[in-house]
């Protein structure tokens, strides 16, 4: 099993910034890959970014040039560095690690004023 545990949401104003971590434990070595999902009230979840365990990136259209994905393999921790925010990225994200199995993490919350 693998057990994820985010953190670094929080309340920021527009243009601001956050980073998200998400540190993973247990199997790790079973993990493909990672990435960030959020969900907005009402709103189905959605992808903003993913990275595969040897870095390649993808991002969704809403975020690229925004948002950035990496990943610390040596402490299994995979980060969300979110710039330039606006309102509509307000949302409950989430940590997603993709092995034959999917896990979850618990999500953490952003919130974005304008």
């Known amino acids: 099993q693998v057990q994820l545990v985010e953190s670094g949401g929080g309340s920021v104003q527009a243009g601001g910034s956050l980073r998200l971590s998400c540190a993973a434990s247990g199997s790790t070595f079973s993990i493909n890959a990672m990435g960030w999902y959020r969900q907005a009230p009402g709103k189905q979840r959605e992808l903003v970014a993913r990275i595969s365990t040897g870095g390649s990136t993808m991002y969704a259209d809403s975020v690229k040039g925004r948002f950035t994905i990496s990943r610390d393999n040596a402490k299994n921790t995979v980060y969300l560095q979110m710039n330039s925010l606006k309102p509509e990225d307000t949302a409950v994200y989430y940590c997603?690690?993709?092995?034959?199995?999917?896990?979850w993490g618990q999500g953490t919350q952003v919130t974005v004023s304008s």
């Open positions: 997603k690690a993709m092995t034959p199995i999917i896990y």
